[in-house]
Nanobody, 124 residues
Framework: VQLVESGGGLVQPGGSLRLSCVAS????????MSWYRQAPGKQRELVAA???????????WYGDTVKGRFTISRDMDKNMVYLQMNNLKPEDTAVYYC???????????????WGQGTQVTVSS
């Protein structure tokens, strides 16, 4: 199983970025997908998470520091998760990691898998 993030980069304060993550390999089922971030000298923190499609039969959750600015979404058919980040602030600068709680075998062997991370830098 492999998770690959893309979409990071350098953006000015107030700007927007959209991160993408695709999960590939032996995947029977994905329960939840999440975005974490880690800034230099700080612990990794959960930014947003989504179960199902985030609506109706699922749920989307956001950290307090990103509520109202970030939106998580998911394409369940493509095993992809996105993070739309608007009104970015310098304090959003971090390496952003994709996480998936998935079953690779079909026997409910759920475990967490991580991507390699993508750098987001917010600076003028």
């Amino acid at each position: 199983v492999q998770l690959v993030e893309s979409g990071g980069g350098l953006v000015q304060p107030g700007g927007s970025l959209r991160l993408s993550c695709v999960a590939s390999g032996s995947i029977a089922s994905i329960y939840a997908m999440s975005w974490y971030r880690q800034a230099p000298g700080k612990q990794r923190e959960l930014v947003a998470a989504i179960t199902g499609d985030g609506h109706g039969d699922g749920h989307a959750w956001y950290g307090d520091t990103v509520k109202g600015r970030f939106t998580i979404s998911r394409d369940m058919d493509k095993n992809m998760v996105y993070l739309q980040m608007n009104n970015l602030k310098p304090e959003d600068t971090a390496v952003y990691y994709c996480n998936a709680d998935l079953d690779p075998t079909g026997y409910s062997d759920y475990d967490e898998y991580w991507g390699q991370g993508t750098q987001v830098t917010v600076s003028s």
